[in-house]
T-cell receptor
Framework: QKEVEQDPGPLSVPEGAIVSLNCTYSNSAFQYFMWYRQYSRKGPELLMYTYSSGNKEDGRFTAQVDKSSKYISLFIRDSQPSDSATYLCAMRGGSYIPTFGRGTSLIVHP | EPEVTQTPSHQVTQMGQEVILRCVPISNHLYFYWYRQILGQKVEFLVSFYNNEISEKSEIFDDQFSVERPDGSNFTLKIRSTKLEDSAMYFC????????????FGQGTRLTVV
């Protein structure tokens, strides 16, 4: 079983839709959970950072962590064409060595 | 806006050759990182570096790899004898503090080993 599983997509949605991106993981030691956005030919950019379980909201973005189910989600409200990118989940335990998912390609069409 | 700069953007090298990838971190940052992403696969952590020492390294970062901060501005990743499987996008990142919440990534160097 892979440590972090993420559906590569592509996920295609119309502008204005609510987008749900998800990752599952197997390592119960993971405590820190990150979501990155990566545009084509660019480096990853941190979007959201959550410690342990719960929700965190930042503008149109909401990150959720359910440690009991080993499941994390990123919701994007009112999606825009500029949100079209690859979204990477990443997580780690006490060390600063993150494990990434493969990324989900999101396409928001006008 | 300050940014992490990586050079070259694309490097082609022959198998067995040494290659040095260069990064200029953000000027007041103290922690530096290298990641790689093989085409179509996930981003993988290689190494973190602080105060002229390696802080953490992954299993990928074996004796073929080394990092150096040769002067006050550059941070380099050296691969001693490249293999075909070293072909990947290599990302440098830097942060002011030892935290992933503040790390900024460069645009990457695509390394192709032929």
């Amino acid at each position: 079983q892979k440590e972090v599983e993420q559906d590569p997509g592509p996920l295609s949605v119309p502008e204005g839709a609510i987008v749900s991106l998800n990752c599952t993981y197997s390592n119960s030691a993971f405590q820190y959970f990150m979501w990155y956005r990566q545009y084509s030919r660019k480096g990853p950019e941190l979007l959201m950072y959550t410690y342990s379980s719960g929700n965190k909201e930042d503008g149109r973005f909401t990150a959720q962590v359910d440690k009991s189910s080993k499941y994390i989600s990123l919701f994007i409200r009112d999606s825009q064409p500029s949100d079209s990118a690859t979204y990477l989940c990443a997580m780690r335990g006490g060390s600063y060595i993150p494990t990434f998912g493969r990324g989900t390609s999101l396409i928001v069409h006008p | 806006e300050p940014e992490v700069t990586q050079t070259p953007s694309h490097q082609v090298t022959q198998m067995g050759q040494e290659v040095i990838l260069r990064c200029v971190p953000i000027s007041n940052h103290l922690y530096f990182y290298w990641y790689r992403q093989i085409l179509g696969q996930k981003v993988e952590f290689l190494v973190s570096f602080y105060n002229n020492e390696i802080s953490e390294k992954s299993e990928i970062f074996d004796d073929q790899f080394s990092v150096e901060r040769p002067d006050g501005s550059n941070f380099t990743l050296k691969i001693r004898s490249t293999k075909l499987e070293d072909s990947a996008m290599y990302f440098c990142a830097s942060s002011e503090w030892h935290t992933d919440t503040e790390a900024f990534f460069g645009q990457g160097t695509r390394l192709t080993v032929v």
